[in-house]
């Protein structure tokens, strides 16, 4: 199994920065891939960024390119999502998560979730 607790969510003006960590502890070389998703109130949940733990490739949502950069600490088992620039639109739960079958596999572990809200 694994366990994944994310951190540093919080309340930011908007064109402010924010950085989430997401630790993850338990069987975690059975990880192929983490990411980073969001549900926003009344809205389906969304993949925002994802890595692949092995080769560090990269995927990001079109509404975040360019403000949001994922990274992950192997030593620490820890994953970082940097997030600048917000805008209110990127209010939501944002959810770690992890794969143990490619970033396009079932997501099997997640997080609890940590709130971002960004004001206007």
């Known amino acids: 199994q694994v366990q994944l607790v994310e951190s540093g969510g919080g309340s930011v003006q908007a064109g402010g920065s924010l950085r989430l960590s997401c630790a993850a502890s338990?069987?975690?070389?059975?990880?192929?891939?983490m990411g980073w998703f969001r549900q926003a109130p009344g809205k389906e949940r969304e993949r925002v960024v994802t890595?692949?733990?092995?080769?560090?490739?990269?995927y990001y949502a079109d509404s975040v390119k360019g403000r949001f950069a994922i990274s992950q600490d192997k030593a620490k088992n820890t994953l970082y999502l940097k997030m600048n620039s917000l805008k209110p639109e990127d209010t939501a739960i944002y959810y770690c998560?992890?794969?143990?079958?490619?970033?396009?596999?079932?997501?099997?572990?997640w997080g609890q979730g940590t709130q971002v809200t960004v004001s206007s």
């Open positions: 998560a992890a794969s143990r079958f490619t970033c396009s596999g079932s997501w099997g572990y």
């Open positions: 338990g069987y975690t070389y059975m990880i192929d891939c």
């Open positions: 890595i692949v733990t092995g080769t560090g490739g990269t």
